[in-house]
C-alpha cells in the first residue's frame, strides 16, 4: 500500500455553483452545490470517473435508467447561483446555508454553518483526500470532534451510536450472526448522520461506491496526526460523497432519501403477520404441511396476510436448490397449492435465488449464452461455491449477471412462467449478496464491461430486486409490486421490505436486532424487521417468544421464521401456554395496521422512517442520544421492548424536548412528564407502550378505522 496525497491542487475551472481542480498527479477534483443544503464532492484518482455510472443517485426521480445514470448527469438539481471564490490558497463555495473552504495546499475541506457561523465539519488535513497509488483503494480522513454522534450505516450491528467503532461493509451472507458484533452483514449502505449537541446540527455523508469498504469511527490511533479523526475507505472506484446539511436528522433523511429514492408503497398485506418456515417445504409431503399451516390459523384464530414459501420447494432429485424448478413430488399440484392459501385469506411469496448449480438443468442453456458473471481470462462463468440443500452443503455454480440485458429479461420471463402463472403473489430474493472471490470477475456493464469488484456484487443486488420488482409489475399491473430481499444497497428501498436475514434463537438477538433495524430506518430503508423467534438454534422458550412476538409487532415487517436445529417450527402455536398472548399480540398488530400504513405513506411520500430512534425527535435530550433499544413508531408511540427474562416490570425514560415532554401511558392512560424515568408493570401479558400527549393513532375497530387520541388528563381541559 502506498498512500498519496494529491495535493496541492490547482484551480482548473469554476462555474456559478462550483469549482474544478487538479492534483499534481492529474488527479481531479471537483465541488459542486446542487441544492443550498447538498454539496457534492468528486475525486478521481485518475483523473475520470472509475466506473462513470451510478444507480443509487434518482436526484427525485422514480428510478434511474436501466443501464445506469450518467455521474456527469445533473438533472433534477434546481439551478443554483452559489458564490465561488477563488485565490492562491483557498477555493470558496457559499451557498445561502453553508460555505465551504478548500485549502489547496492540503485538499482539506472545512464546513460551516452560515445560521451561527461556527465551523461543523472540516477534514484532517494532512490526509484528507489520500488514496493508493500502488493499488485502488480511496479515502476520506475528517476530524472527530469529542462530542459527535455518528448514526445509520444501514445494518450494522452494535449500539446504535456507532462513535468508536469500525464497520466493515460489503454485502455478505453472515448466517447465524451475532446482532452485537458481527460484521460485515447483508446490506451494503455507506450513508451515516452526524450530529453535534453543542451547535444542535445534524448532517448527512452519503458516498456513492458500492466497492468493499470501511468507516472506522474514532478507534483508530496515530502518533503522527493524533487520535481526533475518523476515516471512509473503499478499495476501488473514486470519492463520490454528498454532504447533506439538516439541521434536523428529519431533514436530513428527507434529502437523502430525495437523493437515493423514496422508499416504495407496498401493499397493506405487507404490514400484516407474515408467515414462513423452512421446515413445511423441506418434508416429503410440503404440500399437505403447507394447507395444514392455513388450516392451523383458521383454527387457533390467527390472522396471517402472506406466507413465504422457503426454498424446499426447488429442490431436485438429488435435494439441490434448482431456482425456477419444481419439486413436483412434494408440491405436486402448485396451483391448488397457492389456492388453498387463497382461500384462507393467505397470499403467497416464493423463495428465489440468483445463481445457478452446475447440476441445475438449465445451466448450460444460460451460459452458452453468456447469461453469468464471468471469468476476466476465459470469458466462462466464473465458478464460486454455493449454498446447495443441506447445512453448510455447497456446490459450484455461477451468479446470473443483471447488468446483461437478456439475463435481466430472462430471469423476469421465468418468474413469470414458473411461479406468478400459478398465482403467486410476491417475490422473495434470497441469497442474494452476489458474494464471489475474484474481484476481477465481469459484469456486462450493459455493454461497458467492468470489474465486480468496482461495486458490482452490490449492483447486482440493487438490478436483481428491480427486476423481480417489474415482473410483478408487468404480470399485476393493477396490483403494488411486493419484493422481499435479504440483501440490499442504497435504493433497495425503491423496490423492496427487507429483512436482517439469518438470525440466532437467544435474548441477545433479541436485544441487539433492536439498534440494527433502527440504524437501517435511519438510512433510507425503513420498510425492515427480523425474524420472530431467532431463524436457527434450538426453538424459543415460552417467554422468549412472547417477548419476541411482542416486539415484532411494532416493526414494519412482522415475520416468524425458523429453521430450528432440534426440528421444531416457529408458529404462533407452538407453546399452547402462551397461545392466548400470542394471539392478543397479534391482534394488536392488525388493529394498528392503519396505523402502520399511513406511517408507510408518509415513509414513500416524505422518506421519514417508521420506526424512530428516540434522538430522530428529541436529539436535544442527552439521554436519547445513546438510546438503542426503546424506539418511537412514528410520532407519536414510545415502545419499550422488554429484553431480559423474567422481568415484570422495567424502567422507561421518557424523552424531553419540543416534539412533546408529556407521555401517557397506553393501557392505563396514567400521565407522566418527560425528562424523568419511570417504572412500570411489565407482566408477561405486555409490554410498556406510551403515546405522545396530544397525539393521535388510526386504529382498526371491528372492520372501522377510529383515531385514538391521547390527552393529558390532568390539565383543566383535558387535551
Same mark, same amino acid.
Given at each position: ?32 452545490? %446542487?441544492?443550498?443544503? %447538498? ?8 483523473? +475520470? ?6 444507480? #443509487? ?53 472545512? $464546513? ?61 451472507? =453472515?448466517? *447465524? ?15 451515516? @448522520? ?57 431533514? *436530513?433523511?428527507?434529502? /437523502? ?11 397493506? !398485506? =405487507?404490514?400484516? /403477520?407474515?408467515? #414462513? ?18 388450516? %392451523? ?25 434448482? *431456482?425456477?424448478? $419444481?419439486?413436483?413430488?412434494? &408440491? ?19 423463495? @428465489? ?13 444460460? =451460459? ?14 466464473? !465458478? ?25 429479461? $430472462? ?9 406468478? !402463472? /400459478? ?65 440490499? *444497497? ?56 412472547? +417477548?419476541?412476538?411482542?416486539?415484532? @409487532? ?84 414510545? @415502545? ?29 392512560? =396514567? ?8 417504572? &412500570? ?37 383535558? #387535551?
Amino acid at each position: 500500500m502506498r498512500l498519496t496525497n494529491p495535493a496541492p491542487f490547482h484551480s482548473e475551472s469554476q462555474t456559478d455553483s462550483g469549482f474544478t481542480l487538479r492534483g499534481v498527479r492529474g488527479e481531479h477534483l471537483r465541488v459542486s452545490a %446542487l441544492t443550498s443544503t %447538498l454539496v457534492r464532492v468528486e475525486h478521481l484518482p485518475e483523473g +475520470r470517473y472509475r466506473l462513470d455510472r451510478t444507480w #443509487s443517485i434518482v436526484a427525485g426521480e422514480a428510478d434511474t435508467p436501466l443501464e445506469g445514470r450518467r455521474r456527469e448527469d445533473r438533472a433534477g438539481y434546481d439551478p443554483l447561483a452559489a458564490e465561488v471564490e477563488t485565490s492562491s490558497a483557498v477555493c470558496r463555495l457559499r451557498t445561502e446555508k453553508i460555505d465551504v473552504a478548500l485549502d489547496l495546499r492540503t485538499g482539506a475541506l472545512t $464546513w460551516i454553518d452560515r445560521r451561527s457561523g461556527a465551523e461543523f465539519a472540516a477534514d484532517l488535513p494532512q490526509r484528507a483526500l489520500v488514496y493508493d497509488r500502488a493499488g485502488r483503494s480511496i479515502y476520506h480522513y475528517m476530524k472527530q470532534r469529542p462530542d459527535e454522534h455518528y448514526y445509520g450505516f444501514g445494518e450494522v450491528a452494535g449500539a446504535l451510536d456507532k462513535r468508536q467503532s469500525r464497520i466493515r461493509m460489503s454485502n455478505v451472507d =453472515a448466517a *447465524v450472526y451475532d446482532a452485537r458484533t458481527t460484521e460485515p452483514l447483508y446490506k451494503h449502505i455507506p450513508f451515516y @448522520i452526524t450530529y453535534l449537541p453543542d451547535q444542535h446540527l445534524a448532517y448527512g455523508l452519503f458516498y456513492d461506491n458500492l466497492a468493499a469498504t470501511t468507516f472506522d469511527m474514532g478507534r483508530e490511533l496515530n502518533g503522527t496526526f493524533g487520535s481526533a479523526f475518523h476515516y471512509y475507505q473503499a478499495e476501488d472506484g473514486d470519492l463520490d460523497y454528498y454532504l447533506i446539511y439538516g439541521p434536523s436528522i428529519e431533514r *436530513v433523511i428527507e434529502q /437523502y432519501t430525495w437523493l437515493t429514492g423514496r422508499p416504495a408503497l407496498l401493499p397493506e !398485506s =405487507a404490514l400484516g /403477520y407474515l408467515g #414462513s418456515t423452512m421446515t413445511y417445504t423441506e418434508a416429503p409431503d410440503a404440500q399437505a404441511q403447507l394447507a395444514k399451516f392455513a388450516q %392451523l390459523c383458521r383454527e387457533h384464530d390467527i390472522p396471517c396476510d402472506l406466507f413465504h414459501m422457503s426454498s424446499g420447494y426447488t429442490t431436485g432429485s438429488s435435494g439441490k436448490r434448482y *431456482v425456477f424448478n $419444481w419439486n413436483h413430488e412434494r &408440491v405436486p399440484d402448485p396451483a391448488k397449492m397457492v389456492q388453498t392459501f387463497h382461500d384462507a385469506g393467505i397470499q403467497v411469496a416464493p423463495n @428465489i435465488k440468483p445463481h445457478l448449480l452446475r447440476s441445475h438443468p438449465r445451466y448450460a442453456e444460460v =451460459a452458452e449464452r453468456g447469461g453469468f458473471i464471468s471469468d476476466p481470462e476465459s470469458g466462462d462463468p466464473a !465458478s464460486h461455491p454455493f449454498w446447495s440443500g443441506g447445512l453448510y452443503e455447497v456446490e459450484d455454480g455461477a451468479l446470473l449477471d443483471f447488468t446483461d440485458p437478456q439475463t435481466y429479461e $430472462w430471469w423476469k420471463a421465468q418468474i413469470k412462467t414458473h411461479l406468478l !402463472s /400459478y398465482g403467486m403473489d410476491a417475490i422473495w430474493n434470497d441469497n442474494n449478496e452476489f458474494e464471489m472471490d475474484d474481484d476481477d470477475a465481469t459484469c456486462d456493464g450493459f455493454g461497458a464491461p467492468f470489474r465486480i469488484g468496482l461495486g458490482g456484487r452490490g449492483l447486482q443486488t440493487l438490478l436483481m430486486g428491480r427486476a423481480s420488482c417489474e415482473a410483478l409489475r408487468e404480470f399485476y399491473p393493477h396490483r403494488k409490486p411486493f419484493v422481499l430481499s435479504r440483501a440490499g *444497497v442504497p435504493g433497495i428501498q425503491r423496490y423492496a421490505q427487507t429483512w436482517s436475514g439469518d438470525n440466532f434463537t437467544s435474548w441477545e438477538t433479541l436485544r441487539w436486532n433492536m439498534p440494527m433495524g433502527l440504524g437501517l430506518s435511519l438510512s433510507g430503508v425503513p420498510n425492515t424487521g427480523h425474524d420472530v423467534g431467532g431463524f436457527f438454534g434450538p426453538a424459543p422458550d415460552p417467554e422468549l417468544f412472547v +417477548r419476541w412476538v411482542q416486539a415484532g @409487532i411494532f416493526f414494519p415487517r412482522f415475520a416468524i421464521h425458523s429453521w430450528n436445529t432440534d426440528g421444531t417450527v416457529n408458529e404462533p402455536w407452538m407453546h399452547p401456554s402462551v397461545l392466548p398472548l400470542i394471539r392478543e399480540a397479534i391482534k394488536l398488530r392488525y388493529r394498528l395496521k392503519p396505523h402502520l400504513a399511513a406511517l408507510m405513506r408518509e415513509a414513500h411520500e416524505t422518506g421519514h422512517p417508521i420506526l424512530r430512534p428516540l434522538v430522530y425527535h428529541y436529539a436535544e435530550d442527552a439521554r436519547c442520544r445513546g438510546e438503542s433499544f426503546d424506539f418511537m413508531l412514528g410520532g407519536d408511540m414510545l @415502545i419499550a421492548p422488554v429484553l431480559e427474562p423474567g422481568m415484570i416490570s422495567r424502567r422507561v425514560y421518557l424523552p424531553a424536548g419540543g416534539h412533546g415532554s408529556v407521555w401517557v401511558d397506553f393501557y392505563s392512560e =396514567a400521565v407522566y412528564d418527560g425528562g424523568q424515568e419511570v417504572v &412500570v408493570d411489565a407482566p408477561l401479558e405486555r409490554i410498556p407502550v406510551f403515546a405522545r400527549a396530544g397525539g393521535s393513532i388510526a386504529f382498526a375497530e371491528d372492520g372501522v378505522i377510529d383515531h385514538r387520541v391521547f390527552s393529558d388528563t390532568r390539565s383543566p381541559s383535558g #387535551s
